[in-house]
């Protein structure tokens, strides 16, 4: 009955309310809370999507399937997205369109040097901003017919996710954390609260990536990203 089910799917013909029927999407991302967003909009796109949280992940999805359209968050726990956009941008065959992620909008130079189609700039909250530049980007011969729809609604993601996302922070911060995982939860903390729109979080986050860029001691932004990832596990998140 899966399989069944697979397959309808599959043959079915894009609509202006859903422009990606029939299409699978391959999301690299390492924020449930960013990934819930992605998962939204594939399906009011009619997309299937499959996630992958790190470089090695996508590799091990990528040597079975073979998505239409991947999308490679940048900061990952295992390295730079950059890396597996230029191994996908230069393989035979080629995936149909290649986008990157970040909510570093400075990065995207570097991305599309790397070979990526176009450039995400997180959060992504419009329907009708995501649907038009994957189309943006697709081929040709692999573009549905008709245009998207015209629904820009803004997707918001459930909390719970976020909370996972916190609860990872909270545990890499309860161990002795080096200087790389610092610079990693520097990274990830400010993209999700920048989805979030929480920015007493996002400043916190950044003002220990400059900190850690100074060589400077990393106590004090430290000391309030514990205090706020834990009041926001204790329910003061506010959207």
């Known amino acids: ?66 998505p239409t359209v991947v999308m490679i ?33 400075t990065a995207e130079g570097a991305a599309l040097e790397a070979g990526a189609d176009g450039f995400l700039a997180k959060p992504i909250e419009s329907l009708l901003a995501f649907q038009s530049m994957v189309l943006g980007v697709l081929p040709s011969e692999t573009r549905p017919v008709l245009a998207c729809g015209a629904d820009g ?16 922070i909270a545990d890499l911060l309860g161990h002795e954390a080096d200087g790389e995982q610092l610079d990693y939860v520097a990274q990830f903390l400010s993209g999700i609260a920048r989805s979030a729109h929480d920015a007493p979080l996002q400043a916190a986050a950044e003002a220990l990536a400059r900190d850690r860029r100074a060589g400077r001691a990393t106590g004090d932004p430290l000391s309030r990203i514990n205090h706020l990832v834990r009041e926001r596990l204790a329910g003061g998140m506010a959207f």
């Open 1 to 66: 009955m899966a399989d069944e089910l697979t397959d309808f799917i599959a043959t079915r013909h894009p609509t202006p309310a859903r422009p990606f029927q029939g299409l699978t999407f391959l999301v690299v991302e390492d924020s449930r809370f960013a990934c819930e967003a992605m998962r939204l909009m594939c399906l009011r796109s009619g997309a299937r999507l499959r996630r992958a949280d790190c470089l090695r992940s996508a590799r091990r999805h990528l040597r079975t399937y073979r």
């Open 153 to 168: 609604d803004r997707i918001t993601p459930d909390p719970l996710a976020l909370r996972d996302d916190l609860a990872h």
């Open 73 to 105: 968050d940048l900061g990952l726990p295992d390295g730079s997205g950059l890396d597996l956009i230029r191994d996908l941008a230069y393989h035979v065959p080629r995936v149909p369109a290649l986008l990157a992620m970040s909510g570093d909008t």
